[in-house]
Structure formats: structure tokens, C-alpha cells
């Protein structure tokens, strides 16, 4: 597909049964018209017989093909016509290798896709793989990603964005994913998870967005093209994937939450079905008979009969997509039935893990290869692996799951939005490193600076009003009253600026290291914590940003209390449930 064909901001609502796409469940609504004739399918590369040579024994994860832009069943950033990337067939030698063979274990964290493990394959082999990874850049945003902070240790936490895309850039991704109105249309960013790996590694949170979220998409730069997609304020958080790339949905949560994101990996229709067949089903359960399928055709024809069953194939991909016939009917059902199946995944991976069958552990390899695109800091089989071992170690009890707290929006009927306080309370305690469960962590401790601080009548303050949200707007003269207040402690040379940023939380921004001392010391002198106080090169001088959490009041409210995440849908790896039928789609 060329650049032409990618749909600027405002016009997703122009494609056909716009809320039935994608990883909806309403694709396959004219799947069975048999209107389109297949073709024949590319002709697979054969692998160097070297490779299949030194092939003694792999474990698989992540990636495929050499560049997003060209085809592949792998999760592509854009839809495009054309052949897909093939499979190599790989058969690994078992005999006449000496000494101890040793096959690295493959071990997930929180989803399907994650990690890859290899070990005892020859070095052709190890290029191969290498060379089947598709690639893109982290971020296209115009901001800088926030920064880590390391907890007491010296450790910083680790997070990974997971994109489901909705792409049709290969005829198998075609057949799978159904409405034929949207082969030559960009791709939707439909699953969107954010996996936080905390700083001593002793636990895994999972934030996921629901694909229907109204919010802010940033200004985006088209690595390939240059082209700028300007920034959106209210728009559907799938619609970023279009704009550029996989970075454009990592630079949207980036604004949105505050998060630094270290990487991301993106999977398409074909990669979960690949995927689910290498490892050789994900059990899942449900408490009725149901049939995803309504009157007027709409579902994603998922049938199973109640109780438990190991789903692979397009089976597999119909369980993600459905969410006609699932009690309520919602997205945020639809979130909950992935969550199962990532937790149910996790549980089969880590079996996996003690599997002494090369052959088995190589076909989850390549697998991946071809399943996922990556961002280019995870651009080698040894860097999914670094990522395989850090995973590895946290215990399924202490991976929780959770929906980002939302509410139906009322300015565009159908979506939701984040829910003020709720969401901005779960960001910042994946920002702060607090784990999900309620348990303890080492945490962050910010440490003072050791630049001295001016005497407060000699510092100069901006005081910004941040306070906007879509929902109550802006705190009217908030910007005069912390000048005030700041007056009061001695500052008189703070002033209101008449620059109104969007900002969830307060904070003291300061452009240079000498100037470091002076922004904390505002900062204690308001009850500020000096973990909100960041180095940045877009303020002048010291500026205080006031935030959506302090709309009221003389005094900066104290966080809330530790505890377990607000959110929907929470739930933890190593638990088992069945999903709800609703009554009108059993048989």
C-alpha cells in the first residue's frame, strides 16, 4: 500500500461498521461471502542447509521479518498489498553434536508473543532468526520520553508496550481477518497492553486501554516519509498506529500517562494464530455453550461448549476478538477474555519451558520471528533473550492485570474516556513503581540535590495552569493562587503565566543542573514531592505546573494511600476462572 493511502485524523468514522473492526469481533461479518478468489501464496525460502545444519536446539520469541515496510505475516506497521514474508522450515540436527547439549528455557511474563529463548543452534542459524525480525522506531513523538528513576538499589523498572494490530498486509492476515472494505485501509492499534517489569523484578503489572479510548494523539513524524500527522486532542487511541507507525502509539501512551516506555512489540491477526499453534493450544473456559454470532450476522463466530478447552488456530483469534457474547458486551468483557488467555498463556509457556524437544522449542522460535515487530532496541534474538531472562524470574502470583479505569463518553457516543483521578491514580503508581497487588516493593526514593538553593526572594517563578481535563475543563485561577501562596512562603518573585498546559500531575520543571536546588526547594516549600521535580528544555527558568490533581485548595494533597490498583478487571496470572455467557448466545 502506498503512503497515499493513509488516512489522516477524523476520518475513521468513513469505513464501513467502523466499531466491527479490527480485533472486533464483528470482522467476520462478511467473511463467508466468497466473493474473493485467494491467490496462490508466496513460495516459503528454503533455510541454508548450513543453518539447518548447526540447528541443535531452540527455544522461540519475538520478531520476523527485516523491515516493517515489507510484507510478512508478521505484525506490520501499515497495511500494504503485496506477498507476505515466508517461513523457513528449520529442522535442526539432533545427532553428532559433542558435549552436553543445553536448550534454554522459554519463559513469558504476561502475554502470548513475549519471550524467546535459544540456545545450542549454530550461529547461521542464530543470523537467520536475526535477520526475520521486523523492526521500527520506539517512539515518533516530538517530546522526549520521560525518564526512569531508580529505586534505593540503583534498579529501574522496565516497561513494554503490546500492540495488537489490525492490519491486512498479507493475504493470510486477509483471510483471517475478514471485511474486504478495509484491505486498502491503514491499521488500528486494537489491543494496546503495558507490561511494567518493576525495579527489583519481583513483580509484573499489565495496564490494558480499551481500543474505543477518546484522548490526546501527539504530533507524529513518518520515519520513511517525514510526514507530520498533527497532534489530535480527541481521537480514538487505535487511530495512532496509522499516523507513522507502532512509535505514534508508544509516544500517545508516553504523553498520556507520563510512563517512560523502554520498548514495544506488535502482532497482527496472523502472528497470534501462528503463535497459538507452536504452542500447541491455550486452555480456556467458559461457564455456558456459546455461539459469537448475532441475528444480523455480526460476531466472531467463536462456538465452544462449557467448561474448559485448549484453543489454537483461528479459534485462538476468534476468543480475542469477541465480544458479542460475553456478559455485558463490552470492550472492557472482551479486555477481560484476553486477560484470561494471556494468563492461561503464561501458564502453558512456562511448561514449556521444561520441554527437552528441540524441534518443539525451534518451532516457537520461528514462530515469533515471524509473529512480531519490535522496536530496534530488541532488534536480536540476544536481546529478546536479556528480555527472556529478566521476565522469567517474577512467579505467575505476582503478575496482576488490570483495565484502565474509563467511563462512556457523553461527547462521543459509543467511546469511552479515561476516568479523572481513577486513571491518573493507576498511571502514577506504575510511574512510582508500586505494585499492582498491594504488596511490597523496593520503590524509588529521590534523593535531594546537592546544588544549593538561592534564598526564595531571589528565585523567580512561573506558575502555569495545568488543571484542564475534557471533563471539567480548567480550574479557573489556580496559576494566581500557588503565585500567591508561593508569595506567602517568601517567593514574591513568582508570578502567573499565562501558558495553560494540559498536566495530570504537578510538577516543578527547572532547564539547567544549577538551577536544580531552587526547583526542589519550591517544591518543599508547597508539600510538592521532590519526585515531581524534572529537569526539562522546554521551560526558561523555574516553572511550576499546576496539575489536574490540585484543582482546590491552599495545600498539596498528600498521594493516596499504597494499595491495590483502581481499574477493572483485575485479576492475576496464576488464577483460573470461566468467562460468562450471555444467555442470548448459548446453544
Given amino acids: 500500500m502506498g503512503h497515499s493511502s493513509v488516512r489522516g485524523e477524523g476520518t475513521r468514522e468513513s469505513v464501513p461498521h467502523a466499531r466491527e473492526m479490527g480485533w472486533d469481533d464483528g470482522l467476520y461479518e462478511d467473511a463467508s461471502s466468497g466473493d474473493t478468489e485467494d491467490p496462490a501464496k508466496p513460495a516459503k525460502p528454503a533455510k541454508p542447509a548450513e543453518a539447518a545444519e548447526a540447528a541443535e536446539a531452540v527455544g522461540g520469541s519475538d520478531g520476523g521479518g527485516s523491515h516493517r515496510r515489507g510484507g510478512g505475516g508478521g505484525g506490520g506497521g501499515r497495511r500494504r498489498a503485496g506477498k507476505g514474508a515466508g517461513k523457513g522450515s528449520g529442522k535442526g540436527s ?168 523502554d520498548h514495544f512489540m506488535m502482532i497482527d491477526f496472523a502472528g497470534v494464530v501462528s503463535m497459538a499453534d507452536a504452542i500447541g493450544g491455550v486452555p480456556v473456559c467458559v461457564n455456558n455453550n456459546i455461539e459469537s454470532r448475532t441475528s444480523d450476522g455480526k460476531g466472531s463466530g467463536l462456538k465452544l461448549a462449557k467448561g474448559t478447552h485448549p484453543i489454537k488456530g ?80 517474577v512467579p505467575t502470583g505476582r503478575i496482576t492485570m488490570t483495565t484502565m479505569p474509563n467511563f462512556y463518553s457523553t461527547r462521543k457516543p459509543g467511546k469511552v474516556e479515561p476516568t479523572p483521578g481513577e486513571a491518573e491514580e493507576l498511571f502514577r503508581m506504575i510511574r512510582e513503581d508500586i505494585p499492582l497487588d498491594g504488596k511490597a516493593s523496593k520503590r524509588a526514593t529521590p534523593t535531594a540535590t546537592k546544588d544549593k538553593a538561592a534564598l526564595p526572594a531571589e528565585t523567580k517563578v512561573t506558575v502555569q495552569n495545568g488543571t484542564y481535563t475534557d471533563q471539567l475543563g480548567s480550574a479557573q485561577g489556580r496559576a494566581t493562587t500557588v503565585a500567591g501562596l508561593l508569595a506567602q512562603k517568601g517567593y514574591t518573585q ?37 519526585g515531581s521535580v524534572k529537569k526539562s528544555d522546554q521551560v526558561q527558568g523555574i516553572t ?44
Fill in 94 to 261: 539432533r545427532n553428532g553434536k559433542k558435549g552436553k547439549r543445553r536448550v534454554l528455557r522459554w519463559s513469558a511474563s504476561v502475554l502470548s508473543l513475549l519471550i524467546l529463548g535459544t540456545a545450542g543452534a549454530g550461529y547461521l542459524y542464530y543470523e537467520y532468526l536475526n535477520d526475520k525480525i521486523k523492526k521500527d522506531d520506539l517512539t515518533l513523538g516530538k517530546n522526549k520520553m520521560p525518564e526512569h528513576r531508580a529505586n534505593a538499589a540503583g534498579q529501574t523498572p522496565l516497561n513494554i508496550l503490546l500492540i495488537g494490530s489490525d492490519a491486512r498486509n498479507s493475504q493470510a492476515n486477509q483471510d483471517l481477518g475478514g471485511a474486504k472494505e478495509t484491505f486498502d485501509g491503514p491499521p488500528l492499534a486494537d489491543v494496546q497492553m503495558l507490561v511494567h517489569l518493576s525495579a527489583d523484578r519481583s513483580n509484573i503489572s499489565v495496564v490494558s486501554m480499551p481500543r474505543d479510548t477518546m484522548l490526546k494523539i501527539p504530533e507524529c513524524r513518518d520515519p520513511d516519509t517525514g510526514k507530520i500527522y498533527q497532534e489530535s486532542l480527541f481521537a480514538s487511541t487505535n487511530e495512532s498506529l496509522n499516523r507513522g507507525g507502532p512509535g505514534c502509539t508508544v509516544a500517545t501512551w508516553a504523553e498520556l500517562t507520563g510512563i517512560p516506555i
Fill in 314 to 393: 483461528e479459534q485462538a483469534l476468534q476468543w480475542l476478538r469477541t465480544r458479542y457474547g460475553w456478559v455485558g458486551g463490552t470492550d472492557l468483557e472482551r479486555a477481560k477474555a484476553q486477560h484470561m488467555y494471556m494468563n492461561s498463556m503464561v501458564r502453558e509457556l512456562r511448561k514449556n519451558a521444561k520441554l527437552t524437544d528441540p524441534n518443539k522449542l525451534r518451532k516457537l522460535a520461528e514462530a515469533a520471528t515471524d509473529a512480531l515487530t519490535v522496536d530496534k532496541g530488541l532488534d536480536t534474538i540476544g536481546k529478546l533473550y536479556d528480555l527472556a531472562e529478566q521476565l522469567k524470574s
Fill in 494 to 530: 513568582a508570578e502567573a503565566g499565562t501558558l495553560t498546559p494540559r498536566q495530570a500531575k504537578t510538577v516543578v520543571q527547572f532547564p539547567s543542573a544549577d538551577l536544580e536546588g531552587d526547583a526542589q526547594a519550591v517544591a518543599k516549600a508547597l508539600g510538592i514531592p521532590v
Fill in 544 to 587: 511550576l505546573v499546576v496539575g489536574a490533581d490540585w484543582r482546590e485548595g491552599d495545600t498539596y494533597p498528600k498521594p493516596k494511600a499504597t494499595g491495590k490498583a483502581p481499574g477493572s478487571n483485575t485479576s492475576r496470572a496464576d488464577q483460573s476462572g470461566c468467562m460468562e455467557v450471555d444467555p442470548n448466545f448459548t446453544w
